[in-house]
């Protein structure tokens, strides 16, 4: 008889270990590749011109949001300079670790391979992720921090070693410097443990060094906004109203399904909520979304507001399915795991198609552009660029040199800002967000081309102002810009002077 072998036991299973690992890269490395070779295609877009227009004004927060996305933002600008792959390469690397944490979490909570594939599948072809990996945005770097809490959260309640808050504190912290709903997830953490015999950690001195930690990162943004009179609780107050207005929350648990995961992976995500409800020991990071879910549902959030908060659900999920098709026959459980990752891979190819760039032409680019209004809006920045510096240089000697471009949007503002340095135009003047807080040029320019206004908005503004030009874009793709801000003018000065001008004119976008 063959007697155990401990050690080659142990051995073995770290190699298995290392084997997983490798493999999660290798979905995380495919997905990366993917991104780089596509994210060059078209241009940028509306928002990633104001976190570059932001990072160059580098300061501890902004009106529309906190200060680390445009930190990065401004390290991609040191290293690669104005490039669209080279700009949206830490977003890449953001969707690429999220998908390998997904897949570890799941082996944390007892997952074997192909339960770790499958969580990191799911991460890898759910609609908001692909997303976040097309464009540099805040919300892919928030959605790692929330799937790091929840992973460190999981190594907290499998260890009951307490000194994990620290990791999670650090992690709410950096959450906190980058989109400030990460606050309904820390409701739904400190709600999670209420609820759970989690509560005990209440009592834990790592848990309050933990808080320490969080608030003491974000503290540099708490004193900004302290000095800035809380300017971006009235941004999102005034954001979160027009998005109601325009029905922007509306669809919320549809986005669910469709936007915030893989609709085919319905299944387990409810399975993963179900299983972390009934589990004593993880309980927790069931109300841990359920909490954020309920408040951003009753307050009517933007159905992608709660997408990160999926890939613990996946991970518990993917669990609980793999010992289930344990159970079957072989027969039976060649047919489950089929029909699944067919599943998961036609929806997946959808994603795709939808939203990635896969294509310079052809039906596939008409495809997308026809679905993806995103992928719309990053067509014609430098075409609206070269219009404005052609009515510049239409202008006479006088009017040309003394001379301004005023923005309407933050888009407009940080295109001229990013891009018209090589036609020689001034830096835009903006009366939007951050652009507000800096202020506006001294000496001030006798005429300005005016971008995005209205006729009307225009006459009631400034003065003199005829049409001069139109925004529009090479391609004839029918965008925000085209459609809502096609008439450029020139103008003289505003008709009130510029310091009330300034005080009555400030814009939220």
Not at 42 to 48: A, P, S
Not at 125 to 151: C, H, K, M, N, R
């Amino acid at each position: 008889m063959e007697v155990a072998n401990p050690e080659r036991s142990l051995v073995q299973s770290e190699a298995g270990s290392r084997a997983d690992t490798w493999t999660l890269m290798g979905i995380a490395g495919v997905v990366a590749v993917i991104h780089l070779l596509t994210n060059g295609r078209y241009g940028f877009h509306r928002d990633e011109l104001q976190f570059l227009s932001d990072a160059r004004h580098l300061d501890w927060g902004f009106v529309a949001y906190p200060p680390l996305t445009p930190f990065v933002e401004r390290m991609g600008l040191e290293i690669f300079g104005v490039s669209l792959v080279g700009l949206r390469f830490f977003s890449v690397v953001a969707q690429a670790l999220a998908i390998v944490v997904t897949g570890l979490m799941t082996r944390e909570l007892g997952g074997e391979r192909l339960a770790q594939v499958t969580a990191a599948l799911v991460v890898a072809t759910s609609g908001l992720p692909v997303f976040q990996g097309t464009e540099f945005q805040y919300s892919s770097f928030d959605y790692l921090w929330w799937t790091l809490i929840a992973y460190f959260v999981i190594r907290l309640l499998k260890t009951e070693h307490p000194r994990w808050w620290m990791a999670i504190g650090a992690s709410v912290g950096v959450g906190l410097l980058t989109k400030y709903t990460i606050c309904f997830f820390i409701a739904g953490i400190l709600g999670g443990m209420l609820l759970t015999r989690a509560r005990r950690f209440f009592l834990s001195g790592w848990f309050w060094c933990g808080v320490g930690v969080a608030l003491l990162i974000f503290l540099p943004n708490l004193l900004w906004q302290v000095r800035h009179g809380f300017i971006s609780v009235h941004f999102l107050q005034h954001i979160h109203a027009r998005d109601v207005g325009q029905g922007r929350a509306n669809g919320f648990v549809k986005d669910q399904f469709t936007i915030c995961t893989n609709l085919f992976a319905a299944p387990l995500w409810i399975a993963g909520l179900i299983y972390f409800l009934r589990d004593r020991r993880y309980r927790m990071l069931g109300w841990m979304y359920v909490i954020p879910l309920v408040l951003f549902f009753v307050g009517k959030g933007r159905g992608y507001y709660l997408a990160a908060a999926y890939p613990m659900l996946f991970a518990m999920g993917a669990v609980a399915g793999e010992r289930w098709v344990a159970s079957l026959r072989r027969g039976w459980r060649l047919a489950v795991e089929s029909v699944l990752f067919a599943g998961l891979a036609a929806y997946g190819l959808f994603v795709y198609a939808l939203i990635v760039p896969l294509a310079a032409g052809g039906p596939l680019k008409q495809f997308a552009l026809k679905n993806n209004g995103d992928l719309r809006e990053e067509i014609g920045w430098d075409d609206l660029v070269k219009t404005v510096a052609g009515i510049r240089d239409s202008l006479p000697p006088t009017q040309r040199d003394s001379v301004g471009v005023l923005a309407g949007n933050y888009g407009e503002q940080g295109a001229v800002e990013i891009l018209g340095p090589a036609y020689h135009l001034p830096m835009p003047i903006s009366m939007t967000n951050s652009a507000w807080l800096r202020g506006y040029p001294a000496p001030q320019p006798s005429t300005l081309i005016v971008l995005g206004f209205s006729r009307e908005g225009a006459d009631k503004a400034f003065t003199a102002c005829t049409p001069a030009g139109h925004n529009g874009n090479s391609e004839g793709v029918k965008n925000e810009e085209s459609e809502y801000h096609p008439d450029i003018f020139v103008c003289g000065p505003p008709r009130m002077p510029w310091p009330e001008f300034w005080r009555t004119h400030q814009r939220y976008g």
